[in-house]
């Protein structure tokens, strides 16, 4: 490898890196700052509102038009389970 190739390919590799690590950096930032969001998504699936909401939506109380996946209990168990395991994942990291 010439010096001139030697260079190119660590540049190559300096580019992927940076940009790695400015992709993961916003993605952090972005995972911090819904915590709140998934504290309180989390204490309303807990909840007895959860419970008489999915209820309302099974009895048809509820317009035809409305996005519900909140009232999906898979949607909200794996997006806090996904929250939980990214979180231990970064606790892991420190």
Same mark, same amino acid.
């Given at each position: ?18 940009? +790695? +690590?400015?992709?993961?950096? +916003? ?10 969001? +998934? ?23 509820? *317009? *035809? ?30």
């Amino acid at each position: 490898m010439t010096d001139i190739q030697r260079i190119a390919h660590y540049e190559q590799l300096l580019d992927r890196v940076t940009e +790695a +690590a400015g992709e993961l950096e +916003a993605a952090l930032e972005k995972f911090r700052s819904v915590q709140d969001d +998934a504290a309180a998504l989390a204490a309303y699936y807990e909840s007895g509102d959860w419970r008489r909401d999915f209820e309302d939506d099974e009895a048809g109380r509820l *317009p *035809p038009d409305l996005k519900r996946g909140v009232l999906s209990e898979d949607a909200v168990y794996n997006a806090l389970s996904d929250n939980d395991r990214l979180s231990a994942v970064l606790k892991a990291l420190e």
